[in-house]
């Protein structure tokens, strides 16, 4: 908590200044272009990897990076928290993308390829079968990437199920076929820095440096500017 204070106290006298006019811009609504779903991990830190400021990311974290799917009329089959903000953010917000993102390392993935949570954690194990579809995928059809751990490998076939969840509720069927909703899985190596987006095309998760970086923008948003409509992401 020391350094927690001490960033407060930091940030205040040196970040808040250049931010002051932007602070009581947002103080009237927010208008951000993506919701970015990630892990609770200490280690994955949005605003830092995407250099994003306040306004401009709608972020909702959990252990696993997980999306409950839907039923036929939109409810969720778990957590009603994750639900509640994909309605807000598609229907309130109007954001223009969605973005899951896991990442290497994971102990919610680890947990799943062990079959084996913690002791003592029954909503933790209830939770984590929302990632067992990922692991049976992982078992009969193989990695994206070979070379990586297997609790890795899970975790790129983690984010890739878990944009199929996404796609079992209406509302966000909906806007994709509409063209007005982006879906993309990204997965953050933790060790080295790095960013990779999926690519359909390779079945690969492809690092995301200056070249691909200006494909996805392309891809994304052509040249007089309205969003593609090939959101729907391949299968793995």
């Not at 609770?40 to 252990?63: A, C, K, Q, T, Y």
């Not at 199929?164 to 060790?191: C, M, N």
């Not at 820095?193 to 390779?202: H, V």
Request: proline share 7%; hydrophobic share 35%.
């Amino acid at each position: 908590m020391k350094k927690l204070i001490e960033g407060i106290i930091e940030f205040r006298e040196q970040r808040l200044p250049e931010l002051e006019q932007r602070f009581q811009e947002l103080a009237r609504g927010q208008n951000p272009d993506t919701l970015f779903i990630s892990c609770s991990d200490s280690r994955v830190v949005p605003s830092l990897l995407m250099s994003s400021d306040p306004g401009e990311l709608f972020i909702m974290r959990n252990v696993g990076n997980l999306m409950p799917p839907g039923t036929r009329d939109g409810n969720s089959t778990g957590d009603l928290s994750e639900a509640s903000a994909i309605e807000y953010a598609v229907l309130v917000l109007k954001v223009r993308n969605i973005v899951i993102c896991g990442h290497s390392g994971c102990g919610a993935m680890k947990a799943v390829l062990s079959g084996d949570p913690l002791e003592d954690t029954p909503n933790l194990a209830q939770w984590l079968e929302h990632a067992a579809c990922a692991l049976h995928r992982l078992q009969e059809e193989g990695p994206l990437d070979s070379s990586i751990p297997p609790d890795d490998q899970l975790s790129q076939l983690n984010v890739l199920v878990q944009i199929e969840h996404l796609l079992t509720y209406p509302i966000v069927r909906q806007k994709v076929a509409d063209g007005e909703l982006q879906l993309s899985g990204w997965w953050f190596d933790s060790g080295k820095g790095e960013m990779s987006a999926y690519e359909p095309e390779s079945r690969r998760f492809e690092l995301i440096d200056r070249s691909e970086g200006e494909r996805l923008i392309g891809h994304m948003y052509p040249a007089d500017g309205v969003l593609c409509c090939d959101a729907t992401p391949a299968s793995p």
